[in-house]
């Protein structure tokens, strides 16, 4: 089928279009927010309508994704993460398409839990605490209201945290890799890090789009039903930030010496969060295929790739 992909040009969206062309589908992705802005509905309409043909499937995945960057403009968060939504169901109501749609939620909706309700079910209520996680809530809200509404099949996921190869250096996973590469390069001391003993649910990017792959495959199909649904992608298995510290300084051969950094601790940090995904494997089959270790060795490469490069010029 022929998937029309936002956010093409960003972190998720580089892996999605490689998963659904590795696949068998066709791939046609959105330009740069430089060429199309997302909330623009005339440059929406005119790029669903263009020369590519129309969609058979969109994955929407284009949005701020970086909780402290809507927490510093939240006015922007709203602007991009919900008007966004709205604009590609309005474009895509303009021209009379009704293709399945998935929008990219985030389980930060959640908000901060305790212990006793864990792991997390698509039942558990909705708690937001800051500016991003209103902004998922509020764009979930749009999405569930617009296929109900105008018919289209919708479905929107809740990702629990992810990463992998290409993340931005500014989420934990990729800035301790980076730490741990300066270390064992003697140019710090430490691995500066914050509150290293909460507890995340953590995936590979890869098996992430795989989950968004196989639900538009079964939305197409008919096989989500015809209301809007949301599903959590996740692994099921919490792990604390020092763990992933230890992992990664003993694929690097030397020894974790952690320095607390105030400036990196966050308030209100919930001690843990874990999801249930049985949803999405009862709908689909999926479960997570790639460790965790596979991704922390993928993400220490790309650092000392990095830093190496960074030594040449």
Same mark, same amino acid.
């Given at each position: 089928m022929?998937?029309?992909?936002?956010g093409?040009?960003?972190?998720?969206? +580089?892996?999605?279009?490689?998963?659904?062309?590795? !696949? &068998?589908?066709e791939?046609v992705?959105?330009p $740069?927010? *430089?060429?199309? %802005?997302?909330?623009?509905?005339?440059?929406?309409v005119?790029?669903?309508?263009?020369?590519? +043909?129309?969609?058979?499937?969109v994955a929407?995945? !284009? &949005?701020?994704a970086f909780?402290?960057?809507? $927490?510093? *403009?939240?006015t %922007?968060?709203?602007?991009?993460?919900?008007?966004g939504?709205?604009?590609?169901?309005?474009?895509?109501?303009e021209?009379?398409?009704?293709p399945?749609?998935?929008v990219?939620g985030s389980?930060?909706?959640?908000g901060a839990?305790?212990r006793?309700?864990?792991p997390?079910s698509?039942s558990?209520p909705l708690?937001p605490?800051?500016p991003?996680?209103y902004?998922k809530?509020?764009q979930e809200a749009v999405?569930v209201?617009a296929g109900a509404?105008?018919?289209?099949?919708?479905?929107v996921?809740r990702?629990?945290?992810?990463s992998?190869p290409g993340?931005?250096p500014?989420?934990v996973?990729?800035?301790?890799?980076?730490?741990?590469?300066?270390?064992?390069?003697?140019e710090?001391?430490?691995?500066?890090?914050g509150?290293v003993?909460?507890?995340?649910?953590?995936?590979d990017?890869?098996?992430?789009?795989r989950?968004?792959?196989?639900l538009?495959v079964?939305?197409a199909?008919?096989h989500l039903?015809s209301a809007?649904?949301?599903v959590n992608?996740?692994?099921g298995q919490?792990?604390?930030i020092?763990?992933?510290?230890e992992?990664?300084?003993a694929l690097?051969?030397?020894?974790?010496?952690?320095q607390l950094?105030p400036a990196?601790?966050r308030?209100?940090?919930?001690?843990?969060?874990?999801?249930?995904?049985s949803?999405?494997a009862?709908?689909?089959?999926w479960?997570p295929e790639i460790?965790?270790?596979r991704?922390?060795v993928?993400?220490?490469?790309?650092?000392?790739a990095?830093?190496?490069?960074s030594?040449t010029h």
């Open positions: 022929r998937v029309f992909v936002t093409a040009i960003g972190f998720v969206g +580089g892996w999605m279009q490689r998963e659904l062309v590795a !696949a &068998g589908h791939v992705g959105a $740069g927010p *430089d060429e199309l %802005e997302i909330t623009d509905r005339a440059g929406l005119r790029w669903f309508s263009g020369p590519n +043909g129309h969609p058979d499937a929407h995945l !284009a &949005g701020m909780a402290p960057d809507a $927490g510093s *403009d939240p %922007e968060a709203f602007r991009v993460n919900v008007g939504t709205i604009a590609v169901f309005e474009a895509l109501r021209l009379g398409y009704r399945p749609v998935l990219s389980s930060d909706v959640y839990v305790g006793e309700d864990l997390l698509e558990a708690n605490r800051e991003y996680a902004s809530a509020a999405a209201e509404r105008w018919g289209f099949p919708v479905v996921t990702a629990f945290n992810h992998g993340q931005r500014v989420f996973l990729p800035a301790l890799a980076r730490r741990v590469v300066a270390v064992r390069r003697g710090a001391p430490a691995i500066v890090a509150n003993d909460v507890r995340r649910d953590i995936g990017v890869r098996d992430v789009v989950a968004y792959r196989l538009l079964s939305a199909g008919g039903g809007p649904i949301v992608v996740a692994t919490a792990d604390s020092r763990s992933f510290i992992r990664l300084c690097a051969g030397i020894a974790p010496v952690v950094d990196l601790l308030e209100n940090d919930p001690p843990e969060i874990c999801g249930d995904a949803l999405l009862q709908l689909t089959g479960h460790p965790i270790e991704t922390l993928d993400l220490l490469a790309e650092a000392e990095e830093a190496r490069a030594k």
